[in-house]
């Protein structure tokens, strides 16, 4: 699954946003992470392409099964490695960044075994 680091961003940004309200649009993600129109219509378009989603008549954005897998990898990263520095004794606010970060290069194995030690 070949994906940048700015589409898992965004992948987790709409599983974010569905948890809240199951019906997302690009302007609810917008509004999410700040970023501009344009770069999220762009973002919404290689998704799209790649298969990670769909966009109905009425701008709803939905996973495909491929999407909402791989966006649920990525927040399962996220979740571990900010309860992992958490744990450390890392700030709160800082763990959540540094996670942001490494959920998007750490490889599979690494990750499991941290899972495991680490009871998370």
Do not use: W
């Amino acid at each position: 699954m070949n994906i940048h680091e700015s589409g898992e961003m965004y992948l987790e940004s709409i599983l974010v946003l569905k948890k809240q309200n199951p019906q997302v649009r690009a302007i609810d993600i917008v509004n999410h992470t700040g970023y501009s129109k344009p770069s999220v219509s762009r973002a919404l378009r290689i998704l799209k392409k790649d298969g990670f989603i769909t966009v109905d008549d009425a701008g709803f954005i939905s996973f495909t099964e491929k999407g909402e897998h791989h966006a649920s990898v990525i927040m399962e990263r996220h979740t571990v490695l900010t309860k992992l520095f958490i744990q450390l004794g890392i700030d709160e606010k800082i763990a959540s960044e540094d996670a942001c970060k490494i959920e998007h290069v750490i490889s599979n194995e690494t990750f499991q075994t941290i899972k495991e030690k680490f009871n998370l």
